[in-house]
């Protein structure tokens, strides 16, 4: 099974502030990695996949990058409304997720 | 425009049953694998099952294999999870989810429904 480590578990930033998320997968998962959203008491939302294309309807101050087994997800200036868990998913082998990481104000 | 809409969980005690469905609407629900995935109380998603369009091959998370089966019936555009032997530890939000296209590389997971409760409970 491949394992999904996401850093840090919590990430404070202030409004207007840059981001950035790790995630790290046990083995190569070459490109095929994607970024949910999940705000309290809702669904998961797609937010990139392939590493960086942003899904339809996700603003442009989120970016994904990188490549093997090392992603990151950048917002690039943080608004009150992106504060929510975010998850890495690797899609290579079937599906394992990371952990999470919480955003918080 | 595409709509997934998740049911039948419920409060259940340990070693009984249940079949969750997935009722799907607003695309051409036979071209596209399926899955479910799990979220326990405060808990972080965890993939359950998934389903190639025709249905040919499944597959299974660790945590569930022998006890969960999931299957799809296209002609009425519904995913079902068959929970068996349930645990404790079964205690969470199921989501269905759509494959994300069609091709052979589409495998996010895309969209997803709001999920039904199952609570596993003596």
């Known amino acids: 099974e491949i394992v999904m480590t996401q850093s840090p578990a919590t990430l404070s930033v202030s409004p207007g502030e840059r981001a950035t998320l790790s995630c790290r997968a046990s083995q190569s998962v070459g490109r095929s990695i994607a970024w949910y959203q999940q705000k309290r008491g809702q669904a998961p939302r797609l937010l990139i996949y392939?590493?960086?294309t942003r899904a339809t309807g996700t603003p442009d101050r989120f970016s994904g990058s990188g490549s093997g087994t090392e992603f990151t997800l950048t917002i690039s200036s943080l608004q009150s409304e992106d504060i929510a868990v975010y998850y890495c998913?690797?899609?290579?082998?079937?599906?394992?997720f990371g952990q999470g990481t919480k955003l918080e104000i | 425009q595409v709509q997934l809409v998740e049911s039948g969980g419920g409060i259940v005690q340990p070693g009984t049953s249940l079949r969750l469905s997935c009722a799907a609407s607003g695309f051409p629900f036979g071209d596209y694998g399926m899955h479910w995935v799990r979220q326990a109380p405060g808990r972080g998603l965890e993939w359950v099952a998934g389903?190639?369009?025709?249905?040919?091959?499944?597959n299974y998370g660790d945590a569930v294999k022998g006890r969960f089966s999931i299957s799809r019936d296209n002609a009425v555009n519904t995913l079902y999870l068959e929970v068996d032997s349930l645990r404790a530890e079964d205690t969470a939000v199921y989501f269905c989810a759509r494959k994300g296209g069609v091709g052979t590389l589409d495998n996010w997971l895309h969209p997803w429904g709001r999920g039904t409760p199952v609570t596993v409970s003596p």
């Open positions: 389903i190639w369009d025709d249905g040919s091959k499944k």
């Open positions: 998913q690797q899609y290579d082998n079937w599906y394992t």
């Open positions: 392939g590493a960086f």
